[in-house]
DNA sequence: TGTTCCACTTAGTAAAAGTGCT
DNA sequence: AGCACTTTTACTAAGTGGAACA
């Protein structure tokens, strides 16, 4: 397409008073469909008992299910009565579809290529929408195809089924004057609306939460853009009254009202450690709690002045934090705590999220408890980025960046489980480090021979030669050898292959036995080294300086490796995306890209720069938060 | 005055895409 | 070109908060 030369509209140029109206005039393809069912062939079938089953075909699509059983009898039943789970023998069916999952797979790449491009051929035109008469992106125009309801933590509905949408289902938005998208053949929209007043392009309800679904615009339209940039001013008008706010909860702390010292130590709470305002959840959803909702059994309380947190969040995302609070703030908590109350009860009884807000409202129109996170997120951002020396590489750079970045996540407790890869990649790295400190002591004990008389006059530098055990040396050398073994086979064998398919005359095994005793050669000479500490060495224009520089380069990497390792541990259970993508004002990674000369790209992915575009530029080098 | 509904933002994870090696 | 891993994007669940409703 030709969306480079597109001149892309810059709604921030422009002002907008009116936020109530969403839109002048929206045009757009509707939503898509998921692929249909495709029915089983005849001869692939459920088995109960060891008797073939015929399903109806609802019911075949969701075989394996939790409540499959209902499904079947929804529609019907089936040849055979299923009264237990336990003799359903799905193998048949499981296996056709590995079957087609790696018939998929072994497609050549061309085909694969030729496939996807078909499919984006098709989805272009549900990609993009009419809004004032601008091109703009639209978000998820997919609808959400049937399968299990998979909740977060215990929630009782998981595994639920989640039933296929259909267009009687789905409710379209767009403009009086606009065509209609036609509904797939034989079907129907379930109505048609022009409401200007709202976002959102296509609704519709899903069956298991029994909530309301959207189709709303892509993160980089203009609509989001503005509402972004809105929340980030609001949060940064909250600045000029947070002092005033903090005062008047530390006053209230001590207040005759019971309602306003619930209020001053949950605006605390909010504030300090960037609680959300917890509203009261239903019996059929998962236990997490916020601040308002907090339970007596999720604060406990250690005299004189620290607070245990520790309750299920949002998702389910364990908050555990040993405090210490503001000495006012741990007598009301224990007298919020005071008998009768009981594990079970809320510490806020008198308070919910509406009534904190109507409070904070008086402050500042609009603000409300999220506010806190997006101010506080920010201005942790903003502090710590202040703090960095605009000195050293890119690369430097970006790790502190980084480092900033995820005081901010850690401030809103943004987790994620450990990658699988985690614990393996930690071993590699730090392998790796002991094997290139391994190779500078070569190195030295290489300086040694060429100048003894070195070790008098710089003993410094060569102390850290008594820092391995000969047990270590002896298990690094063994890993070196092994990677070297391993290197020398694996090319042999692809060398082979490939001339396999050009019908070329192989290399000969005893190509790679000739590499392979090169490699025991060394591993001797090696072991050798383990006891006289003296590496041999093999060219004659060697000189003390140019050891020294191959020192110094392996100093860098095993620093850099070091980095590398201390930011991968560190980020190993902290999500930085969360904080980068909603509470952190892009404004001040435009200021950092611009005042400390990294690029935006190292910073922000493509879709974030789409996304922060009203940002980078209109920040410069000296924006403040 | 509490509850439900609606619209939207925020969230972690699965899947896709990219990268850097041989 | 393929592997092993990392980063980015897509997906959709789970929050918030204001308005409508009872």
Redesign the pocket.
Known sequence: MKDEEEEKYKWWEENNDNDEI?WHSLKHNGVLFPPEHVPLPSHVKLYYDKKPVDLPIQAEEVACFFDFKKIVLEHGGANVEIESFDKCDFSKIFDHYETQKSLKKSLT?AQKREIKSEKDKFEEKYKYCLLNGRRERVG?F?I??PGL?????S?PKTGRV?KRIYPEDVSLNLSEDAPIPPPPEGHQWKEIKH?NT???LA?WR?NV?NT?K?V?FAADSSL?GR?DFK?FEKARELKKYIHRIRKDYKKNFSSKVMLERQMAVATYLIDVFAL????E?AED??D?V?CCSLRYEHVTLKPPNTVVFDFLG????RYYQEVNVHEKVFKNLRLFKKSPKQPGDDLFDRLT??IL?KHLQNYLP?L????FR?YNASKTMQDQLDLIPNEGSVGEKVVKYNAANREVAIL??????K?K?HD??VQRISDNIRELFWQKLRLKRMILELDKSLKKTKPYYFEELDDLSVEEEQAIQDRVIAKERE?AT??FTRDNEKLKTEDSPLLPEAMLEEKLKKIDELAAEYKKELKTRKPEIKSVTVTVEKLESQVEKLEQRIRNATLLLQDKEDNSQV?L???KL??IDPRLTAMFSKKYDVPIEKLF????REKFAWAIESADENWTF
């Open positions: 969403k790449a998820n997919r959400e195809p309801f998979r909740g977060r933590g929630h989640k409401d709202v976002a959102w609704t899903e939460t309301v959207y709303l989001k509402s929340k959300r305002a917890g509203g959840k959803e998962a997490t916020g949002k998702d389910s995302i999220p509406n807000n609009g409300s408890a999220k506010v997006t809103c407790n943004h987790q994620r489980t990658p890869s393996m990649g290197k694996k090319k999500a995306g969360t904080s909603n509470y992915s493509k879709t974030l």
